[in-house]
């Protein structure tokens, strides 16, 4: 399975933006969806974005449309998450994960990413004043 590192997360203030990072040991996250899940105290881990392998299909959480960006650089083995108008209600570790999902619908689904994908050790994402 593919290694992957997440940085960048920390403490903003609400309405600030952050730049989540996910470094991959290899070139095969290229082959691979991926996308970034979140978890906060007491509550789920879900999907907040998904980016296709190749064609730049995303997939959006509703919560986050319109503030998050995804995007990845294939020739730096990267994937980054963009976040604009952070609200207190982001805060959570934010998890980067990759697999040979088909779509990024199904990619951003938690059970099938548990099943198919690897998965980095979290960032910690702090919005409060």
């Known amino acids: 399975q593919v290694q992957l590192v997440e940085s960048g997360g920390g403490l903003v203030q609400p309405g600030g933006s952050l730049r989540l990072s996910c470094a991959a040991s290899?070139?095969?996250?290229?082959?691979?969806?991926a996308g970034w899940f979140r978890q906060a105290p007491g509550q789920e881990r879900g999907g907040v974005s998904c980016?296709?392998?190749?064609?730049?299909?995303?997939y959006y959480a509703d919560s986050v449309k319109g503030r998050f960006t995804i995007s990845r650089d294939n020739a730096k083995n990267m994937v980054y998450l963009q976040m604009n108008s952070l609200k207190p209600e982001d805060t959570a570790v934010y998890y980067c994960?990759?697999?040979?999902?088909?779509?990024?619908?199904?990619?951003?689904?938690?059970?099938?990413?548990?099943?198919?994908?690897?998965w980095g050790q979290g960032t910690q994402v702090t919005v409060s004043s």
């Open positions: 994960a990759a697999g040979p999902v088909a779509t990024v619908q199904a990619m951003c689904i938690k059970r099938v990413a548990e099943t198919f994908g690897s």
């Open positions: 290899e070139d095969t996250l290229n082959y691979y969806a």
């Open positions: 980016i296709s392998s190749s064609d730049g299909s995303t």
